[in-house]
């Protein structure tokens, strides 16, 4: 018995793409070539994931494999709603997650991992809460990430910037963010009093 060709089951699925595709261009069949990409990425993130998933040593597939899930989702979600950003950005930073998770000396997979679910996060809160700080929920996100570096890589000097990023997360975030400048013209003053006063007495 011959064997079955996978070409034919691609072709098939290419000329369906395009009759749908068709049929959404000329109105007959609206928001159809949404779901048509949807699919598409679909199959591409579960064909990457099975590799990941059946291969450990496959690792890198992980990272494909979760974006291309997270950027179908992405294009079934309303634009401009911060949802489909959270679902790219956080998609792609799960895909780093489980980079690390697969082998924790890929320690190094931690930080683009917590960049990008704090961008996707801050990406949505911004959209669906425009009261929020963006910048402070950000700089919070990057401390947050650091703090997730020393603990679970082991890292002890991350916790010098993730004090300083959360320092600024938390005065960013602040109802009052002009209080700021007038805390950094104090800091200022003082250590120039301090130097004064220090050489004199010298």
């Known amino acids: 018995m011959k064997r079955f060709d996978a070409r034919i089951l ?8 395009g009759i749908v595709i068709l049929l959404n261009q000329t109105g007959i069949l609206k928001g159809a070539a949404e779901l048509v ?3 598409i990425l679909t199959i591409g993130a579960a064909i990457c994931l099975f590799w990941f998933f059946g291969d450990r040593s496959k690792w890198w ?3 494909p494999g979760f974006s ?3 950027l179908a989702a992405a294009s079934l979600l309303p634009n401009g709603s911060g949802w489909d950003g959270l679902a790219f950005l956080g998609g792609i930073g799960l895909g780093f997650w489980a980079v690390y998770f697969s082998g924790r000396r890929r320690w190094w997979a931690i930080i683009p991992g917590g960049v990008l679910v ?3 996060i801050t990406s949505a809160m911004s959209e669906a809460y ?17 703090v997730l570096v020393a603990l679970l890589a ?3 000097w991350a916790f010098i910037p993730a004090a300083v990023l959360l320092l600024l997360g938390i005065l960013v975030g602040m109802p009052f963010v002009g209080v700021i400048e007038y805390i950094w013209i104090g800091v200022l003053l003082a250590a120039g009093v301090i130097l004064v006063v220090s050489a004199i007495r010298k």
């Open 61 to 63: 597939a992980a990272i």
């Open 10 to 17: 691609v072709g098939a699925a290419l000329i369906l793409a």
């Open 154 to 156: 082991d890292m002890k």
């Open 130 to 146: 425009s009261m929020v700080d963006s910048g402070g929920v950000f700089f919070v996100g990057l401390g947050l990430t650091f």
């Open 68 to 70: 291309l899930a997270g």
């Open 37 to 39: 990409w949807a699919g």
């Open 118 to 120: 704090t961008l996707g």
